[in-house]
């Protein structure tokens, strides 16, 4: 059945309007987007499908590329293209509101945030959210990739860059690709060393984030490991 002959009170749009966007699930929004289904299927329909593609994950469908997305029923590379621009839109108000918040006063926002950007990343990355001395964001900076056994993270580089910024403390932050958050030896050892190499600058290291697919973010402030 077609949502246009639903009655008016169950359509998502209607809905929307009358109640507010946070009364839609996650597939009826994405509906919205989709506008239309196809043959035999509503645009609500296909977008359920679509989000199981993904395993029911807004951050996997965040990240996947418009070649894949494009292959999937109902999408194709116009509409594959105008979702990619609606969720990178989505990113930047976040970074937005991340630079008027003391972040250190709002580690789920901070943890939200990072999800979005790295959860389901294929490839490891190591980055650092640079803060002011009111814990404002100054800037995200992606300063390596790779197995991070593999890529060696320097830190007379993240020293460099903490002295360009102006910094007065930062937040540490990789990605797990194995989806598991549990941090390695490699792990808390770099973290040291990258606490002792800031502190000799003044740059305090505010925690320390894993990201790993659907797993909670791991904190080293949390788990003591600062």
């Known amino acids: 059945m077609a949502i246009s002959d639903w009655p008016e009170a169950e359509r998502p749009r209607e809905r929307l309007l009358a109640k507010g966007a946070q009364s839609l699930s996650d597939a009826e929004l994405l509906a919205i987007f989709l506008r239309v289904g196809i043959k035999g299927k509503s645009a609500v329909d296909l977008a359920r499908e679509l989000l199981t593609h993904f395993d029911g994950q807004l951050s996997r469908l965040g990240n996947a590329s418009v070649k894949e997305l494009s292959t999937l029923p109902g999408m194709g590379p116009a509409k594959a293209t105008q979702l990619m621009a609606v969720l990178e ?34 490839y490891e990355v190591f980055a650092v959210l640079w803060l002011d001395n009111q814990n404002h964001l100054i800037r995200y900076e992606e300063l390596f990739r790779g197995t991070l056994s593999q890529t060696s993270v320097y830190p007379r580089e993240v020293v460099k860059q903490a002295l360009e910024h102006n910094a007065a403390a930062a937040i540490l932050v990789h990605n797990h690709p194995s989806g598991v958050a549990e941090p390695s030896r490699a ?40």
Do not use: Y
């Open 89 to 122: 839109l989505a990113r930047r108000a976040l970074s937005e509101d991340m630079h008027n918040r003391d972040l250190l006063g709002s580690p789920q926002v901070v943890r939200d945030w990072l999800r979005l950007k790295l959860a389901n990343l294929p």
């Open 187 to 226: 792990d808390e050892m770099l973290t040291r060393g990258l606490k002792d190499a800031l502190a000799m600058v003044d740059v305090k290291v505010a925690d320390h984030f894993i990201i790993a697919g659907s797993a909670q973010p791991l904190s080293f402030a949390e788990r003591g490991l600062l």
